[in-house]
């Protein structure tokens, strides 16, 4: 079943400027601003600004462009967040909610980039 964007969901609204955020960083095709119940010290969502779902649904219909932007995003917020292993950064954790099994609460993709305290184990044990 192809997915269907709904345009009323939160980050849409955030996308055409009908609800405030606090961005970290815009491009031609990304926006990235801190999630407003931060989990980590530093808690922030990357999304696309094209109608896109789930990371599925991106990774298999962006341009090469929108995949380019997004991925150097979340490259340049890592670097810009100073928490880089590899430039003595703590290091960090990306996720991406999809569907109902991962809970995810906004239906369009978002990666969130948490750091800034040791995170614990990638998944709660059942
Ligand atoms: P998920 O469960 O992966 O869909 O996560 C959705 C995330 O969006 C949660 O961490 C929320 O705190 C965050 N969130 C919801 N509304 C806003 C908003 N207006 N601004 C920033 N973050 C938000």
């Known amino acids: ?17 009908e609800i405030p955020n606090d961005t970290v960083m815009e491009t ?7 999630d407003i119940r931060p ?14 779902v ?6 298999l219909e ?3 462009a929108e995949i380019v932007d997004y991925t150097r995003t ?14 003595g950064g ?4 990306t996720l991406s909610n999809a569907g109902e099994d991962a809970v995810q609460e906004v239906p369009h993709l978002h990666v969130h ?7 614990g184990p990638m998944l709660m044990r059942a």
């Open 39 to 52: 989990q980590a010290p530093q808690h922030v969502l990357v999304i696309p600004k094209g109608p896109y």
């Open 1 to 17: 079943m192809a997915y269907a964007y709904d345009d009323q969901n939160i980050f849409a609204k955030i996308l055409r400027g």
């Open 54 to 59: 789930t990371f599925d649904h991106f990774a």
């Open 113 to 119: 980039i948490l750091a800034g305290r040791p995170l």
């Open 28 to 34: 031609e095709h990304s926006l990235a601003f801190r």
């Open 90 to 93: 703590a290091g960090y954790r």
């Open 62 to 64: 962006a341009s090469e």
């Open 74 to 87: 979340i490259g340049e917020i890592c670097k810009m967040m100073g928490i880089q292993p590899g430039e």
